[in-house]
């Protein structure tokens, strides 16, 4: 199954698009200013910039796809050795084209044919273009892993210093929770349990599918988000079910590895908060408000009202196309720390997609 939306996928390739393109074009900048072949070469500045274009635009293609590759195929818990050993084998494949392709750009683009193969490697400049173009790609790796462990796109936005002053937005959170935690346990013992832990929180990302947003991990409990739009309500309640319905395709897994198939509820709220960068030597960005606090106490009443799958009334008005999905009212409720009461609703699913 493939674990990366579309619009992820756009997003990696052209982040290593970008990323390669300026690659070349300050390698490219350096090698005219300042650095001069053995072989006497001298490219065009037209020649220069369709090389730049050309090679950028592939080895981002290459580099972009790849990434994605990986992020589908592992996805699931393996171990360290096995990631870094496949990511070297990948690496090495691709500095080998790298190799290939300089050859051929050596030979066809800028017509040079006296070099054989041998001596077009020997040249100093190419074993410093090859160390760089090494550089480069693991600095992509190093941003794509950031991007992974602070959210999509923040990565951009806290080098920007887009979030040092707390800035007034409105978000939709999704509080998920494992349901009976303690029994299972119990059961299984802490280790087992651990593992658990990791097998939900691996398939959860098929709700990468709807553009959601892990902010935290709390225990046994996970915080989503979505920024505030009619499409992301929806995607916020199309993830949940996606999240079980995966689970549920998992089940004899779930039932010879632990002897139980994991069920989450959730608690969903809308509405105003603040979104700042804190830590000084840990630094994540963090968002703050009653919406947040709201959206928890909606998840703990799931049991209560006997529902896996709650939303507040602020949240549900802004639905205006129910589609796939009924909703059931659940009353007015007095949730901890608010003083007004929040009317509640339970969601279920009338079809399925």
Same mark, same amino acid.
Request: glycine share 8%; with cysteine; net charge neutral.
């Given at each position: 199954?493939?674990?990366?939306?579309?619009?992820?996928?756009?997003?990696?390739?052209?982040?290593?698009?970008?990323?390669?393109?300026?690659?070349?074009?300050?390698?490219?900048?350096?090698?005219?200013?300042?650095?001069?072949?053995?072989?006497?070469?001298?490219?065009?500045?037209?020649?220069?910039?369709?090389?730049?274009?050309?090679?950028?635009?592939?080895?981002?293609?290459?580099?972009?796809?790849?990434?994605?590759?990986?992020?589908?195929?592992?996805?699931?818990?393996?171990?360290?050795?096995?990631?870094?050993?496949?990511?070297?084998?990948?690496?090495?494949?691709?500095?080998?084209?790298?190799?290939?392709?300089?050859?051929?750009?050596?030979?066809?683009?800028?017509?040079?044919?006296?070099?054989?193969?041998?001596?077009?490697?020997?040249?100093?400049?190419?074993?410093?273009?090859?160390?760089?173009?090494?550089?480069?790609?693991?600095? !992509?790796?190093?941003?794509?892993?950031?991007?992974?462990? *602070? &959210?999509?796109?923040?990565?951009? +936005? @806290? /080098?920007?210093?887009? %979030?040092?002053?707390?800035?007034?937005?409105?978000?939709?959170?999704?509080?998920?929770? !494992?349901?009976?935690?303690?029994?299972?346990?119990?059961? *299984? &013992?802490?280790?087992?349990?651990? +593992? @658990? /832990?990791?097998?939900? %929180?691996?398939?959860?990302?098929?709700?990468?599918?709807?553009?959601?947003?892990?902010?935290?991990?709390?225990?046994?409990?996970?915080?989503?988000?979505?920024?505030?739009?009619?499409?992301?309500? @929806?995607?916020?309640?199309?993830?949940?079910?996606?999240?079980?319905?995966?689970?549920?395709?998992?089940?004899?897994?779930?039932?010879?590895?632990?002897?139980?198939?994991?069920?989450?509820?959730?608690?969903?709220?809308?509405?105003?908060?603040?979104?700042?960068?804190?830590?000084?030597?840990?630094?994540?960005?963090?968002?703050?408000?009653?919406?947040?606090?709201?959206?928890?106490?909606?998840?703990?009443?799931?049991?209560?009202?006997?529902?896996?799958?709650?939303?507040?009334?602020?949240?549900?008005?802004?639905?205006?196309?129910?589609?796939?999905?009924?909703?059931?009212?659940?009353?007015?409720?007095?949730?901890?720390?608010?003083?007004?009461?929040?009317?509640?609703?339970?969601?279920?699913?009338?079809?399925?997609?």
């Amino acid at each position: 199954m493939k674990m990366l939306s579309g619009k992820h996928r756009r997003i990696i390739i052209r982040d290593h698009l970008i990323g390669w393109t300026v690659a070349f074009a300050l390698f490219m900048l350096v090698r005219r200013v300042g650095t001069r072949e053995l072989s006497g070469l001298e490219a065009s500045f037209t020649t220069t910039v369709i090389t730049l274009f050309v090679f950028g635009t592939l080895f981002g293609l290459i580099s972009g796809f790849a990434t994605s590759f990986f992020s589908e195929q592992f996805y699931k818990r393996t171990s360290l050795k096995k990631f870094l050993t496949a990511r070297g084998l990948f690496t090495l494949v691709f500095v080998l084209a790298i190799f290939l392709l300089t050859f051929i750009a050596q030979q066809q683009v800028f017509e040079e044919r006296s070099l054989t193969l041998v001596e077009f490697f020997a040249q100093p400049v190419i074993g410093v273009m090859l160390l760089y173009l090494v550089i480069v790609d693991a600095a !992509l790796s190093i941003f794509a892993q950031l991007s992974l462990m *602070i &959210g999509r796109g923040n990565v951009y +936005k @806290l /080098i920007m210093g887009q %979030f040092y002053e707390p800035k007034e937005g409105v978000r939709i959170f999704m509080f998920l929770d !494992l349901k009976s935690s303690t029994t299972i346990a119990e059961k *299984i &013992g802490h280790l087992g349990y651990s +593992k @658990l /832990i990791q097998d939900c %929180f691996n398939d959860l990302a098929v709700m990468e599918m709807y553009d959601s947003e892990v902010y935290q991990y709390v225990g046994d409990e996970v915080v989503l988000s979505w920024p505030s739009n009619e499409l992301n309500r @929806l995607n916020c309640l199309k993830a949940y079910y996606a999240f079980m319905d995966l689970i549920k395709q998992r089940e004899d897994y779930y039932l010879d590895n632990y002897d139980c198939l994991p069920f989450f509820k959730a608690g969903v709220h809308e509405g105003k908060i603040t979104v700042s960068e804190v830590g000084k030597y840990k630094r994540e960005i963090a968002y703050h408000g009653d919406t947040i606090n709201t959206a928890s106490r909606v998840q703990g009443l799931c049991n209560e009202l006997e529902s896996p799958l709650l939303i507040s009334d602020e949240f549900k008005r802004g639905i205006s196309d129910e589609g796939s999905f009924s909703f059931i009212p659940k009353g007015s409720h007095h949730l901890k720390g608010k003083e007004n009461a929040v009317e509640l609703w339970s969601v279920k699913r009338t079809q399925e997609g």
